[in-house]
């Protein structure tokens, strides 16, 4: 084991670039988060190893310094989750604004299953008018997982 301690001395900087490297490989392919300010706080820490050469004990405690607080900080002021936009494609049922379709049965109390793209959907009626089976709708908007629809 003494060769690490040797390897160390003589290429400080190599060491932390591989572990901010081996850090960096395993955030992309878990996608946690965590990891990333780990890997950079070792970047960072391989630079003042190269640049400063302290004993190995300094540069831990500043690549844990620097892990904590950086953590500390993303968290505090990154957004802990980004909101889609509007024009997500991944989002099924919102797209469904504009389409027309038609009414798979009758509506009842302004409820009812529409036709649409080749799938049937929840639905209710956006002005409470009754509606038969097979009548023209168009989606007005989405509310949870039931489309609101009026007469095309």
């Known amino acids: 084991m003494a060769w690490i301690g040797d390897f160390y001395g003589a290429q400080p900087f190599w060491v932390w670039a591989a572990l901010a490297a081996g850090l960096l490989a395993v955030e992309v392919v878990t996608g946690s988060g965590w ?3 780990a890997a950079a706080s070792a ?21 844990a310094v620097l892990t904590i607080a950086s953590t500390l900080l993303a968290r ?14 991944n989002d099924n049922i ?3 604004v504009g389409h027309h379709g038609s009414a798979a049965q009758a509506f009842v109390r302004g409820a009812g ?26 989606v ?10 009026r007469r095309a």
Do not use: C, M
């Open 35 to 37: 990891l990333l300010w």
């Open 43 to 63: 970047a960072v820490t391989g630079v003042v190893a190269a640049l400063f050469g302290p004993p190995l004990a300094v540069a831990l405690l500043v690549y």
């Open 76 to 89: 505090r002021y990154l957004p802990s989750n980004v909101p889609a936009h509007a024009g997500d494609i």
């Open 94 to 96: 919102a797209r469904l």
């Open 113 to 138: 299953r529409v036709f649409i793209d080749g799938k049937e959907w929840a639905a209710e009626l956006d002005d409470g008018e009754a509606l038969e089976a097979g009548a023209e709708i168009q």
């Open 140 to 149: 007005t908007g989405v509310e949870g997982a039931r489309l609101k629809v």
